[in-house]
């Protein structure tokens, strides 16, 4: 999941798409308080376009952790990969389904709210920005753990700190983009999106590569089937597809909605395919040494290395904003209209940074990749994506829905449960004993 993907995760959420359009369609949105307001919607966005967006958007952090996935689950693992691919392609249609009900539906939190109520909407928020601010907090350790790989044998005389290098460069790094958060307007910064997702192009291109001309035989071993470590690696494999909560804005973007299903099945089959190399290569590659984080194993001497690790740097410093933004202005409408713009503009700016640093300090404490994206996955992302969207289309259709397919979507909401349930059982024990080890280690 991509955080300007994952990462324009708020209840209006994606500022990642590139529309340019005229046509507009004006519909009245409920503010929550009784009233309505109008909002023009622009709806111009041709079939490609909005696979190119779909796409770029669910390509992420994934790609970093997939090769790790393959490896400790084993080759058959891939079937999993491939089945949440295909899943959350359907649960994207379902979602598409939900859409078209209702005009006045403009986000994922409204398509909760719509199938249950104000309960719905409010655990569809809550969900939703659990998952962008875990994820935010995954992007902020993979970071720091590339910065540490960057200036490894590097050392800044920060004893005053009691930082390491790669923390105070991390910490740098966050008071840097500090300023983002306190834009009114994203527009502004919308070309550090497309800085994402050009980032997250040359992470893949710099495996590719190494595995063509980097001097490194793809050649590890690879085991056939580690069933004990499928709980915890389906967290990783199903974030690497939960981008669901932008979706709504692709469709309403749309020239023509009744193409959104083609536009999810041919979007999650190239970012499947997409997966699905990545994960091949990197643990052809590296095998059982494969890191939680494939740009960690790269050969330290190759330029295309160093791309890399600058790349997954670079890639957290241009989401924080997109992600961070909508969840603070979410405060913002909750003042009463007596207070001026410039009051509203400055409580936005404090909670945008008060979560940016809340992210920091976390990242810092827990600096566990593997655990903390597994968790991520299981806790909150198999949720948004594949069991909220199942249970809303039931509920919103059920007058309508055949018996086939209520026992489809019944039957995907259990195992997504389970599944869900024991992954967060796994990586929160892993994560536990990590950080038991850690401290008896420092006591």
């Not at 907090?137 to 590339?146: H, R």
Request: proline share 3%.
């Amino acid at each position: 999941m991509n955080i300007s993907d994952v990462c324009s995760k708020g209840s209006n959420t994606n500022r990642d798409l590139h529309v340019h359009d005229e046509k507009k369609l004006t519909v009245l949105i409920d503010n929550g308080d009784g009233a309505a307001r109008k909002e023009d919607i622009k709806t111009n966005s041709s079939f490609l376009h909005s696979v190119i967006n779909m796409s770029a958007i669910l390509i992420g952090l994934g790609q970093l952790s997939t090769p790790y996935a393959l490896q400790k689950g084993g080759w058959a693992s891939s079937f999993l990969l491939i089945g949440f691919g295909i899943l959350c392609a359907y649960t994207s249609h379902l979602l598409g389904k939900c859409l078209k009900k209702d005009e006045k539906i403009r986000n994922y939190s409204d398509i909760g709210n719509h199938a249950f109520g104000a309960k719905g909407k409010v655990i569809a928020s809550t969900f939703i920005y659990l998952e962008v601010f875990m994820a935010l907090v995954s992007f902020t350790i993979a970071l720091n753990d590339n910065l540490a790989t960057v200036f490894d044998g590097k050392h800044l005389n920060i004893s005053w700190t009691h930082l390491s290098t790669s923390q105070f460069l991390t910490v740098t790094a966050v008071i840097l983009a500090l300023p983002t958060v306190w834009l009114k307007d994203l527009s502004k910064i919308s070309f550090l999106s497309v800085v994402g997702i050009i980032l997250s192009f040359l992470i893949f291109y710099s495996v590719i590569h190494i595995a063509a001309f980097g001097g490194v035989k793809a050649n590890r071993f690879i085991p056939v089937l580690q069933l004990h470590n499928i709980p915890a690696i389906s967290g990783l494999y199903v974030f690497s597809f939960s981008t669901h909560v932008v979706f709504p804005d692709i469709y309403r973007s749309m020239k023509d909605p009744s193409k959104f299903t083609k536009v999810s099945i041919v979007s999650f089959t190239v970012v499947t395919t997409f997966y699905t190399t990545i994960a091949f290569v990197g643990a052809k590659l590296f095998g059982p040494e494969v890191s939680s984080q494939v740009t960690l194993n790269m050969p330290k001497h190759l330029i295309v290395t160093k791309i890399a690790l600058w790349a997954t740097v670079l890639a957290p410093l241009t989401k924080y904003a997109f992600a961070l933004v909508p969840i603070a202005s979410q405060y913002d409408r909750k003042l009463p209209s007596s207070v001026s713009s410039k009051t509203r503009w400055f409580i936005r700016g404090i909670v945008g940074s008060m979560l940016l640093i809340l992210v920091l300090i976390l990242a810092l404490a827990v600096p566990y990749f593997e655990q903390v994206l597994g968790l991520t996955g299981s806790l909150v992302s198999i949720s948004v994506s594949i069991i909220f969207p199942c249970a809303f289309y039931t509920k919103i259709y059920w007058s309508q829905i055949s018996k086939p397919f209520l026992v489809l979507n019944v039957s995907l909401i259990v195992i997504a449960s389970v599944l869900g349930v024991l992954g967060t059982i796994s990586s929160s024990k892993s994560l536990m004993n990590i950080v038991i080890k850690k401290s008896l280690s420092v006591s």
